[in-house]
């Protein structure tokens, strides 16, 4: 089932539509209404609904704003647009903005209708789509232990030929529904994912470049390659942490107290017994990286790792790695991976 918000300040005009997408006996189900676009986002995060159908003009926020809005936060969510104004204006920034479809009120049942049934037929494509991603995601990630292994164990012969392994077996197949660059992107994430599980430290691994995946797959092929390297010279850097005996005690403190909201550089500074501005320049100096960096970049890894159980809250996640507001801890996962916490539990299958 897919559950449809509505938005309208007119209660009568949401009677309406609850009763005929309830008589269509289609996949749709209401799953709450709100009187305008702001209460319309408070309730969106609750209830977390596949189509929302609005008013333009309401109090507060328009429905204009609303779509604006709730397609940052949420790019999946399809919008129907009704409004007694027959305004080509509105209409046409309305789909410019992602809307579905632009209906006049008093609506019609039968194009009601139909406009429900092309959005099932964009969703179940959708969802088809969705699946084959996943099952060739995952076909990615059974191509890379050996690859893994030969990274942790610094051989770079080994990982550059298992690396080539892949790339030949992958360019051999014509993937639908999967953007090449998306493929080598979650390829990295892997790769640092499986690094990260082996030594907390690995979680700071210093790669310098700006990887910008292409759509061509021969013009990633050197650039993996260049990335593996990378990643192998940053096992080495880590590999070489505990010379200052300060960061050694600050990433084991780190590693044990990484869900507390309290944690700071000044309590880490405390706990070993130095000043906070001398342990910040030892740290830089031999991670290559601040505190927090180091700290955002644990936290973050963890939280990727918790929302891939599908029984956990998301929310309640954002407690579990030390955030004490969701608001915060959503824009730093945002910032951190692209997308928010509930989108990235949307794309990783796990929702």
């Given amino acids: 089932m897919y559950p449809v918000l509505l938005v309208d300040d007119e209660i009568m005009i949401k009677k309406s539509i609850r009763k005929m997408i309830e008589s269509g006996h289609g996949p749709f189900v209401v799953a709450g209404e709100a009187k305008n676009g702001q209460e319309a986002l408070e309730l969106a995060e609750r209830v977390s609904p596949r189509l929302i159908i609005t008013d333009i003009r309401m109090p507060v926020m328009d429905g204009l704003q609303l779509i604006e809005e709730a397609l940052k936060r949420w790019p999946h969510i399809e919008f129907i647009i009704v409004s007694g104004y027959n305004d080509f204006a ?16 008093p609506i019609r ?24 991603r996943i099952l060739w995601l995952k076909r990615c990630k059974s191509h890379c232990p050996q690859l893994v292994e030969a990274v942790w164990l610094l051989d770079e012969v080994n990982a550059l030929s298992n690396w080539k392994r892949i790339f030949n077996e992958f360019t051999a197949v014509q993937i639908k ?21 082996k030594n907390a430290e690995v979680w700071s691994l210093p790669t310098e ?83 927090i960096q180091y700290l955002t970049n644990i936290r973050m890894e963890k939280a990727k790792r918790a929302l891939q159980d599908p029984l956990s809250k998301v929310y309640e996640v954002a407690f579990q790695v030390g955030y004490q507001e969701y608001a915060h801890f959503s824009r730093v996962f945002r910032k951190y991976t692209g997308y928010s916490p509930t989108e990235y539990r949307k794309i990783t299958g796990n929702n």
């Fill in 177 to 197: 529904y999967l953007a090449v660059e998306e493929i080598f992107m979650h390829l990295q994430s892997f790769l640092e994912e499986e690094l990260a599980l």
């Fill in 90 to 105: 509105y209409a046409q920034r309305a789909l410019q903005l992602g809307a579905f479809d632009f209906l006049l009120k």
């Fill in 209 to 291: 470049g700006v990887w910008n995946w292409s759509g061509e797959w021969q013009n990633n092929d050197s650039l993996m390659e260049t990335f593996l390297l990378e990643l192998i010279s940053g096992l080495r850097k880590t590999r070489n942490f505990g010379t200052n005996h300060f960061v050694r005690k600050a990433l084991e403190y780190t590693a044990e107290h990484y869900n507390k909201h309290y944690l700071t550089l000044q309590s880490a500074a405390v706990f070993i017994g130095i000043t906070a501005p001398y342990l910040s320049r030892c740290f830089r100096e031999e991670t290559g990286q601040t505190f």
């Fill in 109 to 132: 049942p039968q194009e009601f209708m139909e406009t429900l049934g092309r959005i099932q037929s964009r969703l179940v494509q959708e969802h088809k789509e969705m699946e084959e």
